[in-house]
T-cell receptor
């Protein structure tokens, strides 16, 4: 029962490098989310996808792109990493309907130097 | 602008006492409010959900209240134990259009239960 799986768990990038954070869920959920978590700032929504084929911006989308590859997978891409993107990134998913709980992955700790 | 505030960054409490955490919001019309627990190095884990037409919800030692007039939720842990030490996050579920919902989190309150 894997739930939400994120890869990688840790990553160090140099400023200007690009990378894609992968997220997959095996619960047949329609909605998927990407958050970043910084000390003192809490969890902030970057992008979300209400269903396969749709994506919407959250609170802090600048510098990121997303792809909802299929129902299971939702990736987050940093095209040109900046030190301000040093953070812990969490992917989450939930079933359709506002009453449903979100299930989170274990997080990706990203450092941009 | 929309805000979710969890009043205390940190709360220390003696084992056996009741811990009460507060979540206030402004400029939201949430359909639901959720509480999560987060342990260091882990993702948040869902604890409880309360609907806008519910005043109170209980689950074992946990109790949540939701007052849409005051725009506030209270989260109680009774008979607290050191194992309850964690960061607790409130989250608002609000309709964002086109059949989708956003889940927006407060910054969390770090609870430490002292033996």
């Amino acid at each position: 029962n894997a739930g939400v799986t994120q890869t990688p768990k840790f990553q160090v990038l140099k400023t200007g490098q690009s990378m894609t954070l992968q997220c997959a869920q095996d619960m047949n959920h329609n909605s998927m989310y990407w958050y970043r978590q910084d000390p003192g700032m809490g969890l902030r929504l970057i992008y979300y996808s209400a269903s396969e084929g749709t994506t919407d911006k959250g609170e802090v989308p600048n510098g990121y792109n997303v792809s909802r590859l299929n129902k299971r997978e939702f990736s987050l891409r940093l095209e040109s990493a900046a030190p301000s993107q040093t953070s812990v990134y969490f992917c989450a998913s939930s079933a359709t309907g506002e009453w449903n709980e979100a299930f989170f992955g274990q997080g990706t700790r990203l450092t941009v130097v | 602008s929309q805000k979710i505030e969890q009043n205390s960054e940190a709360l220390n409490i003696q084992e056996g006492k009741t811990a009460t955490l507060t979540c206030n919001y402004t400029n939201y019309s949430p359909a639901y409010l959720q509480w999560y627990r987060q342990d260091p190095g882990r993702g948040p884990v869902f604890l409880l959900l309360i609907r806008e037409n519910e005043k109170e919800k209980r689950k074992e030692r946990l109790k949540v209240t939701f007052d849409t007039t005051l725009k506030q939720s209270l989260f109680h842990i009774t008979a607290s134990q050191p194992a309850d030490s964690a960061t607790y996050l409130c989250a608002l579920v609000a309709y964002s259009g086109a059949g989708s919902y956003q889940l927006t989190f407060g910054k969390g309150t770090k609870l430490s239960v002292i033996p």
